[in-house]
């Protein structure tokens, strides 16, 4: 059973940075994807960022290219988001996910990520 656990989150003016953290338990981090999400209320859950934690190969949302970073620490089993230049559209609820499925190639559908933590809010302020 994975559990992942966020950290991290706040309340920022925009321009400002935060880096978010998550730390997976019972969970083989040398070969699944992992994920960041968000969702904004009345929003449907988007990706915003994943990465390969075997080739450490991320991807981005298109609206977050360029600002934030996705990394992966396996020997902590941690996957972090630095997030640059934080815009108020940037206000959500920020979900780590993971997808345990061997060999999968890494996605941005919800439904290929079978582990999900409880949430950090990130709130941005013009």
């Known amino acids: 059973q994975v559990q992942l656990v966020e950290s991290g989150g706040g309340s920022v003016q925009a321009g400002g940075s935060l880096r978010l953290s998550c730390v997976a338990s019972g969970y083989s981090f040398s070969w699944n994807c992992m994920g960041w999400f968000r969702q904004a209320p009345g929003e449907e859950r988007e990706a915003v960022a994943y990465?390969?934690?075997?080739?450490?190969?991320?991807s981005y949302a298109d609206s977050v290219k360029g600002r934030f970073t996705i990394s992966r620490d396996n020997a902590k089993n941690t996957v972090n988001l630095q997030m640059n230049n934080l815009k108020p559209e940037d206000t959500a609820m920020y979900y780590c996910a993971a997808d345990s499925r061997f060999g999968a190639p890494c996605t941005a559908r919800t439904t290929d990520y079978n582990s999900w933590g409880q949430g950090t809010q990130v709130t941005v302020s013009s």
């Open positions: 990465i390969n934690t075997g080739t450490s190969n991320p």
